[in-house]
Structure formats: C-alpha cells, structure tokens
C-alpha cells in the first residue's frame, strides 16, 4: 500500500507571494488558509510552505532568527495552529521548510557565538583563524559570489557562510547544536506538522580540515562567482549521512507517515546516497534533472532512464519541474510546451512537485531594477541569476492587484494577471488550470499513474512516449515537444487527456500535443 506522499502530489507555497490578508503587500498564513480551497480543487495532497520563521528577511526567510516561531509579517503561532488544522480538515498535509545549514546572524545563538571567543556558544558556528597572509582562511566562495568567510574584528577570527553573510552556518560537528536542532524538528512534529522539506541537506557538513576547493575548469565569469571553484570539500561530506539518518528516526518516532524532503543539487549517483545507505534518511531527495533538462526527446527519456535506474531498492522516485529558486516551466519552455511539460511532471513515476502559479501558465515576470529585492540579483547583478521573477504575487482574479492584496505587492504582479488567473482559468476547460485539475484527478483515479511500473516506449525526434502500468491497467503517455505533427500510433483504447483538447487526430500527435490514453485490455 503506497503512502500519501508517493501516491501524492506535493505544492510548493511561497508564502510572500501566495495570498495577503492585512494589507501589508506580503502574504501570510491567514492568506494561505483562505485559499486552501484551491489547492483541493486543483488535487493536491500537501503543501510545502517555505520559511514562515522570524527573520530579518536578507534571504526572505532563508536567515532564521528562531527556529520555534512565525515572524509576525506571517502571522502568529496561533495562525499557524490554525492553518494546520484547516488544511487536515480538507485532507490536505502540511510540510514546513527547515534551515539547518545556517540561521540568520540575528539569531540569539549566533549573537553569543560572536561575542567572545570564550562563549559557550562559540562552537556552535564555524570559527577560523585567518590565512598566514590575514586573509580568508581558504578559497570557498559563497554561493551568493564573494568569499564565504567574514572578518569579524571583535574576535579576530572569520566565521564561514555558504550564503550571505547575514547566514552563519552553523556547526553540525558540535553535539549541543546538533541536539538543539534535533529538539526545532520535535517541535514542529509535535505541533502536528506533516514533515520537511530540508534547505541545502547536502551543504551541512565541510570537510574538518578545510582544504581549498578545486579551481572549475569550466568556469564562465556569467555562470556567477561561486562556479569558479567546484565545492569538493565544502558540501556533500560523508558524516552528512548520519545526521540525515537521525532527522529519520525522529520522523519515524511519529505516527501517520511524517516525511523528509531533502534540498539536494547534485550528480544522480550522488544524490542516491540520501536515501541512507547504513540506515534510511530523506524519503525524498529531490530530483531537479527536468529544472535543469534541455527540452529534447532523446534527453530526457536518457535522463529518466539514468534516474529510475539509479535509485536504490525501495528508494520511491520524485521529480520537479520548478521552484522559488529556478526560471519558470513557462518561460524555459514556451506556454505551449508547459502544458506538455505538466503532463510528464504528473504522469512520470514519482510524486510531483508543483510550485505555486504554474497550474496557471505563471511566466518570469521582468522586474524593473528599482523594484529588485534579492540579494542574488543585487549581490551579482545583470547575470540573470536573481529570483524575483519566479516569486510574483499569485494572480487570483481581475479585482484590484489580482485579489493578492488590498495594499501594494512587494514584487509586480506580470503583465497578463487581468486574464491569467485563477478565477479566468477556472471557468476554461481549456485553460492550464483545467489541464493541472483534469491531470491531477487521473493520478487519483488511476493506480497506473500514481504507483505504475514506468516503461519507456519511444524517444525519436520531438517524440518521448512512455507506458505506465498497474496490474491490467495501462496508460500510455505520448508528449509531441515540438510545434509540429508527429506520426504516433496509439493503441486501441480511450483519450483520458489531451493538453491541445478536442479529440486527438489517430496517428499523429499534433503540434505541442501530449496525451494521456488508458489502453484496452489485450
Ligand atoms: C536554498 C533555498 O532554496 C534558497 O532560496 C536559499 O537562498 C538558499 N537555500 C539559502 O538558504
């Protein structure tokens, strides 16, 4: 019997941008609960929601100043207790998003680190003398560009910080720490959430002594600072594993199928690792290949093929087609191709991750230069690495600020919002929504799509076909990725989705077409 979260479809919310409720131009919780009914007539079975903590807001929420709290622009406790308990009510899970690698400066913990050298606290982040020279003890550079160390004057050390500055990592290698964060995971299992997804899981531990990282031979200026150096020995170290497998056995500890995802860039035979080798760790480390994939047939069936073979025995597949980080689906592909790109995100084996506003077509919206937010953009800017055109406000309706807020949004809304928007699609049958909808109930009703073995069938030219099959059920999925017919050949059988609509032409795919189609038993 599968669980929810591999039967299930998972929902990323970006809570700043999901729904307002004071007029602050940001949203919020109670923003988020009023607008679950959308997320159970779309058919999803959890949301994800990215940091809702106390925070200065350097990284919007990625620089925690308490683990055990919401920073009041999202509400309060109660606020949360609420949310939680109106999601179950629906059937929907909860997952919250936790920042291990590094908190905010402004935490208490770090406060007393920096103070004195003396402090018990010092050990709980990593500390270092500088370089014979006075400089940066070694060559790792941020992942925001620039050094990764700080000079602090006070203590006449640097400290390391994978990101901004304003995000000390703390030290996993230190047992006070490493209890104190286990106890932030209790806390919110206690409270009833449903799990995590995990920032950064394979940044946690660096290598004890330090070494420089290798120079990137393939390093570009425009691939941004932190490609200069490949990050051996700064992420993906083998003691990672057993913290992983720790958070494991905390979640395990819980009734009703708690689940760890974990935030993991890397190569597939390394990523594999995080489903615990010695003992189980994240159920799920994120498969990002189709964030990054060129949009091509033979490719992607490569990388699917190289994906479903790596995975260990149990190890439950997942994939994702965007998030709060990466250019969105609509835009990497064109509108036409995000339709045929949700069908392979929801009919691949896996359970699928689908980040806010692209069930409706959402694209990058271009953000003028005196309304930049992120720090990636101001840090490196004009490289096109800044992530404020994937975090535009949701565009629930026509009224004033697409029904995101009463006040002024914190990010521009895109210049399509009075006709690209939840209400508009939700009367379309042939809109996106419609398609996520339609896409989404044939996952529930059909054990071939949501459990099914996977079986490639073709990958020539613009043509990826795969079959999906559960005892006598068998669902064939046929994607044209091009915007020209292709001959295919269904079998005898019926049409459960089109993403062009109507009824599909026998023996061609039209352009941009991809279809769903349940075959007859032979
Ligand atoms: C990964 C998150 O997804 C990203 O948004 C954030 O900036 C970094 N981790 C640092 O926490």
């Known amino acids: 019997m599968a669980t929810w979260w591999q039967s299930g479809a998972i929902y990323q919310v970006y809570p700043r941008s999901f729904q307002d ?84 400066s402004a935490h208490p913990w770090f406060r007393e680190s920096r103070a004195s050298r003396d402090n018990p606290k010092r050990d709980w982040y990593i500390w270092r003398d500088p370089a014979p020279d006075g400089g940066p003890p070694n060559n790792w550079i941020s992942d925001f560009g620039g050094s990764a160390w700080e000079w602090d004057a006070v203590t006449g050390q640097y400290y390391y910080h994978a990101f901004l500055k304003e995000q000390p990592d703390l030290n996993w290698r230190n047992p006070a720490l490493r209890a104190a964060m286990m106890d932030v995971l209790r806390f919110w299992f206690d409270r009833g959430v449903d799990g995590f997804r995990i920032d950064v899981l394979w940044h946690m531990v660096k290598h004890a002594q330090f070494p420089d990282n290798p120079p990137n031979p393939a390093y570009r200026p425009e691939m941004g600072g932190m490609h200069a150096v490949l990050q051996l020995h700064s992420t993906d170290q083998p003691e990672v594993h057993a913290i992983a497998a720790e958070m494991r056995r905390i979640a395990d500890g819980y009734d009703g199928d708690r689940v760890l995802i974990g935030e993991i860039y890397l190569p597939v035979e390394r990523l594999m690792h995080y489903y615990g080798r010695e003992a189980p760790e994240v159920h799920l480390p994120f498969n990002f290949q189709l964030i990054e994939a060129t949009w091509d047939a033979r ?66 919206v271009a953000i003028p230069r005196d309304r930049v937010q992120d720090p990636r953009e101001l840090r490196e800017p004009g490289l096109g690495l800044g992530r404020d055109p994937v975090r535009t406000p949701m565009p629930w309706n026509d009224s004033e600020h697409a029904g995101f807020t009463s006040g002024e949004p914190w990010l521009p809304l895109g210049p399509d919002w009075s006709t690209r928007n939840v209400a508009a699609q939700g009367g379309d049958e042939a809109s996106m929504l419609a398609l996520y909808r339609r896409l989404l109930h044939l996952r529930r009703k059909h054990a071939a799509l949501a459990v099914g073995d996977f079986r490639l069938i073709e990958a020539e030219g613009d043509v990826l076909a795969f079959e999906r099959r559960h005892g006598d059920e068998r669902i064939v999925v046929a994607l044209n990725l091009g915007a020209e017919p292709q001959p295919f050949a269904l079998p005898e059988g019926d049409v459960l989705a089109s993403t062009r609509g109507g009824t599909p032409k026998s023996g061609v795919l039209r ?12």
């Open 21 to 104: 409720s004071d007029g602050d131009g940001i949203g919020d919780l109670k923003g988020i609960e009023a607008r679950l009914d959308h997320l159970v007539a779309l058919g999803v079975d959890a949301l994800w929601i990215s940091p809702i903590f106390p925070s200065p807001m350097a990284d919007f929420g990625y620089d925690v100043a308490d683990y055990c709290d919401v920073d009041p622009r999202f509400g309060t406790l109660g606020d949360f207790d609420e949310l939680l308990a109106a999601a179950h009510a629906r059937g929907l899970k909860v997952l919250l998003d936790f920042v291990p690698n590094h908190s905010s």
């Open 299 to 364: 490719h992607l069936a490569a990388l699917i093929d190289e994906y479903e073979r790596a995975l260990p025995p149990g190890g439950w597949p997942n994939w994702v087609l965007g998030n709060h980080d990466r250019p969105r689906i609509a835009s990497r592909v064109g509108e036409r191709q995000a339709r045929v790109a949700a069908m392979l995100l929801l009919t691949l084996r896996g359970t699928p991750t689908i980040y806010y506003g692209d069930e409706i077509g959402l694209a990058d």
């Open 511 to 522: 352009g941009d077409e991809g279809v769903v189609f349940l075959a007859r038993p032979a």
